[in-house]
């Protein structure tokens, strides 16, 4: 009875202070509307952070590393509780939708690297980052991609720093919208449902939005528990287990070793292969859409393997593995490491089991080829996305067919079963066009400073795409400007480049 007096007054005072204040903030209406979206996802951040504050008492023993996570988990949670207070809840138009969103992304970047930056202040630069750092870090794990900073150092983290890190990955790889979708309880269906496309996915599982959330978690959930189980039962420690189950289904590919999976090889793990075996499918699964999952799920498997992403995905899987093998000597190792770095590059996980900093040029563009198509469109996956690549690929063929046949014959693109317009084709084409330019321009950056093309665009198409691997450029030492490109590569990507122009510009409409 008391707590419900004292909501109760809180919320009178509330009321009062948005009567006073709405009037001012009347005329910047984006900042109203979004904002109150914004104070719960900050309180949602703010919970998640409490997480390995939790693990730095009971596991790692440490007041101090729990501090690391609790000073940025209050600050989150007091912003994000003055913005639900303060402002109105109101109906986001879709433009507001994707602006909340390239900011909840931006700012959960900045904010979860706190912890890394506060690590530095206790624990020295062997534990914590720098700034620039602690943000990239941050970042790379929001947005799955895997890229860090840590360099050697991974194995003498606490457990806290790193599930903080898995968790960001796991958490990003379905996108914070979701999460947040899934766990509250939205009202208006036409909010959720642009919350729903903000964040870049359009396919729904059941007629409801935050149902459909609900279930791509539970599906998701019970992949990572599978594969922590099965990896568990192989050999590999529990901690590991659980950490690398989390980024493989969130295809983002940070580790808790060194040198990523391909540790356990380097350490003569007599299960080092059957642990490679059973992240492959995982990953497959991390890089296809949850919409063909949920086929799986009620028996419908035909439909599953007739999508177009899925024969795509298996097709250049089976293609590209070859083309490797053939460069690597044709051997056994050689299947072994081309197919896995093959599946890791095009899901976007990221995982390591061959050095491909010293692999050649040749090698390194096929992985560049597959880090651009990426994986399933309503996957974990970014980059293109599998649907686009087809479609292009259709288009080209559709547009040589149409010179060749007589004007007066009707002929239709048809991709998947799905009849493309000429508008659907030009949308397609253009974000393909804008994807790319974004990757040569951040790829002629690291070329001024001294890298060769293929390395540069190799690693920029690494962050854009959201994989994680690396020829050996990322890492703590690389200039402040080059670790700028690649976070905004990062976010950029993750959001399909839009939703962030959309952010930059909304000052000026």
């Given at each position: ?18 009567e ?27 919970l ?42 109101t ?8 602006t ?6 931006l ?74 979708l ?30 459909t ?17 099965i ?52 990953m ?10 949920y086929?799986l ?10 999508n ?10 089976i ?32 995982f ?10 040749f ?44 004007e ?96 930059i ?5």
């Open positions: 009875m008391k707590g419900n007096v004292v909501w109760a007054n809180i919320k009178d005072k509330s009321d009062t202070l948005k006073k204040i709405h009037p001012y903030f009347q005329e910047y209406g984006l900042l109203t509307t979004v904002s109150y979206y914004l104070g719960i996802l900050l309180i949602v951040l703010a998640l952070l409490f997480i390995p504050a939790l693990i730095a008492l009971v596991v790692d023993g440490s007041v101090k590393l729990a501090l690391c996570f609790v000073f940025p988990a209050i600050f989150s949670g007091a912003v994000g509780f003055s913005l639900f207070i303060l402002f109105q809840k109906e986001l138009y879709l433009g507001a939708a994707i909340l969103s390239a900011l909840v992304w700012l959960y970047g900045i904010i979860g690297g706190v912890p890394f930056m506060l690590a530095r202040f206790y624990f020295g630069p062997d534990v914590g980052l720098t700034i620039i750092n602690g943000v990239f870090e941050s970042m790379s794990g929001w947005t799955a991609t895997g890229l860090d900073t840590y360099a050697n150092r991974v194995e003498g983290l606490p457990h806290a720093i790193l599930f903080w890190r898995s968790l960001t990955q796991w958490v990003g790889g379905v996108g914070v919208i979701l999460l947040f899934s766990i509250l309880v939205v009202r208006s269906g036409t909010v959720a449902h642009r919350l729903y496309l903000a964040e870049g996915r359009s396919h729904r599982l059941l007629p409801s939005v935050v149902k959330t609900r279930r791509i978690w539970a599906i998701y959930a019970g992949y990572t528990g599978l594969l922590a189980l990896l568990f039962l192989i050999g590999m420690p529990l901690f590991d287990s659980i950490n690398h189950s989390m980024t493989a289904l969130a295809t983002g590919g940070f580790s808790v070793r060194n040198s990523s999976i391909m540790t356990y090889r380097l350490t003569a793990h007599p299960n080092a292969l059957y642990m490679e075996m059973a992240i492959i499918p995982f497959v699964l991390g890089g296809i859409s949850f919409a063909m999952h086929q799920f009620i028996g419908n498997i035909k439909k599953f393997f007739k177009v992403e899925v024969k795509a995905m298996f097709l250049i899987i293609v590209t593995t070859i083309l490797l093998a053939i460069t690597l000597g044709l051997t056994f190792d050689s299947f072994r490491y081309g197919s896995f770095q093959v599946i890791t590059a095009l899901t976007g996980t990221g390591n089991t061959a050095p491909v900093g010293t692999w050649t040029d090698q390194k563009t096929i992985l560049t080829i597959l880090m651009i198509f990426g994986g399933g469109y309503g996957s974990t996956a970014s980059a293109l996305k599998l649907i686009r690549v087809v479609v292009i690929f259709y288009a080209l063929i559709w547009l040589i067919s149409k010179m060749l046949l007589p007066s014959v009707i002929h239709k693109l048809e991709v998947g079963g799905k009849h493309y317009r000429h508008e659907e084709i030009m949308e397609v084409a253009t974000y393909a066009v804008l994807y790319l330019v974004v990757l040569v321009a951040g790829a002629l950056v690291f070329m001024y400073g001294g890298h060769s093309a293929a390395d540069a665009l190799f690693e920029v198409a690494s962050a854009e795409g959201n994989v994680g691997l690396s020829v050996g450029i990322t890492g703590p030492n690389m200039p402040a400007h080059q670790k700028i490109v690649l976070i905004i590569e990062m976010w950029a990507g993750r959001l399909e480049i839009f939703p962030v122009l959309v952010l510009t909304s000052p000026f409409h």
